[in-house]
């Protein structure tokens, strides 16, 4: 990787890198990368981010790759982040509270990790598109999305929870409604 580049892969940064050119056996990983090898280190490290490295390696190099999908990523999560804000902020105040709430993601002191060869940008758009989906009743979708996002760090399956609390409100609220329409006898 060009040395530029080189900055915003440390740490376990090298992990995905390894595990998207070489999977997940990595017993007989040299000693350059400065790691020490146990297949147990990587369970962590789940594998949507790595095959997305993997795709795109071929075109943009590994850390290049990584740098594309954790900022094209940083990008789907604000525009998702807008959009949701402007869901549930209602009137002129719902643009500036939905720009606010992208500058306040982008200047707070850990986005820095957002841009880097991490999955927490991957995970942040994916977590936020179960919400947004969740909100519009758009159920599949939001299943679909959290799963992809438990792909992606191990957490990501306590998305289900919210999911199911905001399918169950829905259904109580509309069921609230159907018995205000109906006439009294």
């Known amino acids: ?36 090898t146990d297949p147990t280190f990587t369970a962590g490290f789940l594998p949507l981010y790595p095959v997305l490295i993997r795709v795109l390696a071929p075109v943009f190099g590994g850390v290049g790759a990584g740098l594309v999908v954790s900022n094209v990523a940083l990008f789907a999560a604000l525009l998702l982040l807008h959009r949701l804000v402007r ?41 936020i598109g179960v919400f947004l989906s969740a909100r519009q009743g758009r159920f599949a979708v939001a299943g679909a999305l959290g799963g992809l996002a438990t792909l992606t760090r191990p957490f990501g399956i306590l998305l289900l929870i919210p999911v199911l609390w905001e399918w169950w409100r829905q259904r109580r609220d509309d069921g609230v409604e159907c018995e205000q329409r109906q006439p009294a006898h």
């Not at 990787?1 to 997940?24: K, N």
């Not at 500058?103 to 940008?121: D, G, H, I, K, T």
Request: charged share 15%; glycine share 6%; proline share 5%.
């Open 87 to 127: 869901f549930e902020v209602e009137g002129p105040t719902g643009e500036v509270a939905a720009m606010f709430s992208c500058v306040a993601l982008l200047v707070f002191p850990s986005s820095l990790f957002l841009s880097a060869v991490y999955a927490e940008s991957l995970y942040l758009a994916l977590s």
């Open 1 to 36: 990787a060009p040395r530029a580049l080189e900055i915003w892969a440390r740490w376990d940064s090298e992990w995905y890198l390894l595990i998207a050119d070489r999977g997940y056996d990595l017993v007989s990983l040299p000693t350059q990368f400065g790691l020490r």
